[in-house]
T-cell receptor, first 110, second 113 residues
Framework: DVKVTQSSRYLVKRTGEKVFLECVQD?????MFWYRQDPGLGLRLIYF???????EKGDIPEGYSVSREKKERFSLILESASTNQTSMYLC?????????FGNGTRLTVT | ELKVEQNPLFLSMQEGKNYTIYCNYS?????LYWYRQDPGKSLESLFV?????AVKQEGRLMASLDTKARLSTLHITAAVHDLSATYFC?????????????FGTGTRLQVTL
């Protein structure tokens, strides 16, 4: 079974802090994704990566950046956290079929 | 920009009844996915539909795809309480070198006894 692990289940950060969300997958998948999930809005794609050091913007990349130095790891970075980035963040990976999701990180920015 | 619309957004149904969730999308796609999410949990893949007319069934759930109408349906037969969850459809579109999935807003299904 594919395992996608997000390093934190819950995070509380202050406005202006730099925040790192980490995601690791164990199936050698080429593609990795970061989504945020908000009530009534579904899942919205922030960034995705199709190879090491390669990244593409999703639908809502503003305020975020990503890093993919190794194939198994994809990090989401909030350069200066703001309250409107309070959300559930979901990492996913795939080889070409369905997405395999991690358990999510619920981030609260105060 | 691809838009994916699901309806209804919320569905309360009695056990034993049948119902259908609809997923419309705005641009050509060659694959559509259905996911289930239980409260507090992550998303679990249910179906992958790859071609026009594709139909997949698992237990009381059946998904179909009409690429000409840009419509997928998730039909629930004789609902049971265990099917209570939020269901998402997602549409795959090739962008550059990768295929990204755009999700609908989800349908929260509540099956009452």
């Amino acid at each position: 079974d594919v395992k996608v692990t997000q390093s934190s289940r819950y995070l509380v950060k202050r406005t202006g802090e730099k925040v790192f969300l980490e995601c690791v997958q164990d199936m050698d998948h080429e593609n990795m994704f970061w989504y945020r999930q908000d009530p009534g809005l579904g899942l919205r794609l922030i960034y995705f990566s199709y190879d090491v050091k390669m990244k593409e913007k999703g639908d809502i990349p503003e305020g975020y950046s990503v890093s993919r130095e190794k194939k198994e790891r994809f990090s989401l970075i909030l350069e200066s956290a703001s309250t409107n980035q309070t959300s559930m963040y979901l990492c996913a990976s795939r080889a070409g079929g369905p997405l395999h999701f991690g358990n999510g990180t619920r981030l609260t920015v105060t | 920009e691809l838009k994916v619309e699901q309806n209804p957004l919320f569905l309360s149904m009695q056990e034993g009844k049948n119902y259908t969730i609809y997923c419309n999308y705005s641009t050509t796609s060659d694959r559509l996915y259905w996911y289930r999410q239980d409260p507090g949990k992550s998303l679990e893949s249910l179906f992958v539909l790859l071609s026009n007319g594709a139909v997949k069934q698992e237990g009381r759930l059946m998904a179909s795809l009409d690429t000409k109408a840009r419509l997928s349906t998730l039909h629930i037969t004789a609902a049971v309480h265990d099917l209570s969850a939020t269901y998402f459809c997602a549409v795959g579109v090739l962008t550059g070198t990768a295929s990204k999935l755009t999700f609908g807003t989800g349908t929260r299904l509540q099956v009452t006894l």
